[in-house]
């Protein structure tokens, strides 16, 4: 069914991703972008022009209480909680970028004040909703797997250090590519896995090489001094039903590829690659080596704004559910634990 009212939107934070949501937004009949807000005026008055929307706020308070139905929180991460509880608080649904908190505290508060607002909150994990990933889904759920006892998940850069913004501030963004990318490989496999319940991780998050003087970076020139976060992160993930995972992310690391994110699912009746989408399965003592073919042309973007919505206009929960992004934090939150520690981190 699709909406008979208009959905009117505020988009907070009008950078990078705040024009990637806005493009699709605006592709959806009967939505309105009514509001932009940015910490930075220049920033809020070129979206504003852009996306011709009428109300600009520098204030995030104040765009969380003018009229419209959604918040879109497309913030650096540390801005993430404080934008979201303001939403809920005003009665609007929330669609928050990755990752939904540094903490899995933060992401309870949320969850306690969208219940209490009766208002959805969802967590922008995108690569759910492109075409690779849900033909994948779709090919996993339809029962060829057996036991999935396994997964390896890698989001790994040679040299791409995203040296804009606020990503290597630890105050800003709570932490490097393990809350960056890994978010994005964690949730992802998870969900392939179609297991949110880990039990403990062990893992490492130094920084090694972002920080040498000199250092060459593809995207761009940084101060290494500045570089607050680590720039390599790996965990090794156990579940409450004895399956495992494995992670990696980094943003500097001395691989081939310039960029490569590929997860790897592992069942007792076959193993599936995204995303190539290839498939090593044995049927009757043969082993075969195949390809799941056409998946839907979808961008994950365009398509996860338009499940969100699908879910506010007709009351559906929210298509990535908060309660499986508390689930990938308190790993992440574990993970850095697990590397301050030295040990093995209960996520019990
Ligand atoms: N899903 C994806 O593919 C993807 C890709 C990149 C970034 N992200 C996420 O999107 C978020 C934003 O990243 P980006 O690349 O767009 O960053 P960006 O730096 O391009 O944009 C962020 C904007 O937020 C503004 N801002 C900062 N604090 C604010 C506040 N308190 N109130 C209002 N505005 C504020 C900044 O001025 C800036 O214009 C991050 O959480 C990041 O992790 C997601």
Redesign the pocket.
């Known amino acids: 069914m699709m909406a008979s009212r208009e959905v009117r939107v505020v988009v ?9 949501h806005a493009k699709a937004w605006q592709k959806i009949e009967g939505v309105k972008i009514v509001g932009c ?4 005026s220049d ?2 008055d070129a ?1 504003a022009e852009k996306f011709g929307v009428a109300n600009k ?4 308070k104040k ?1 969380a209480a003018c009229d419209a139905d959604v918040l879109d ?8 909680t ?2 979201v509880l303001a939403g809920l608080a005003n009665k609007k649904h929330v669609l ?4 939904l908190a540094i903490t899995p505290a933060e992401v309870v508060r949320m969850m306690d004040a969208s219940r209490k607002a009766r208002r959805l909150l969802m967590c ?4 759910r909703f492109d075409g690779v990933s849900q033909g994948l889904k779709k090919w996993i759920d339809g029962g060829h797997m057996g036991e999935v006892y396994y997964a390896r998940a890698w989001h790994n850069r040679r040299r791409l250090l ?1 040296a ?4 290597i501030s630890k105050k ?2 709570g932490g490097g590519p393990c ?2 990318v890994g ?2 490989a964690l949730d992802l496999t998870m969900w392939l896995m179609g297991n949110f319940e880990p039990v403990s991780v062990s893992g490492v998050a130094p920084c090694k090489i972002a920080k040498k003087p000199g250092i060459y970076n593809t995207w761009g020139a940084y101060k290494p001094k500045d570089m607050e976060v680590e720039d390599f992160a790996a965990g090794f993930i156990r579940f409450k039903n004895g399956a495992a995972l494995s992670l990696e992310a980094s943003w500097m690391m001395n691989i081939h590829a310039r960029s490569e994110a590929v997860t790897w699912v592992y069942g007792t009746n076959a193993g599936v690659k995204w995303p190539t989408l290839e498939i090593v399965e044995e049927k009757n003592g043969i082993i075969t080596e195949g390809k799941i073919d056409n998946p839907p042309e979808a961008e ?2 365009e398509v996860e704004i338009v499940a969100f919505h699908d879910a506010v206009v007709n009351r559906k929960p929210a298509p990535v559910p908060p309660e499986q992004t508390l689930a990938v934090i308190k790993v992440l939150d574990g993970l850095y634990r697990s590397h301050k520690t030295g040990r093995e981190v209960s996520l019990r």
């Open positions: 907070v934070g009008c950078g990078g991703m705040g024009g990637v807000c940015d910490a930075r920033i809020v979206f706020f520098k204030d995030l765009a929180v497309c913030t650096p991460n540390s801005a993430h404080p934008a928050c970028e990755k990752p922008a994990q995108h690569m995203p804009w913004g606020a990503f800003a963004s809350v960056d978010v994005h994950g973007h």
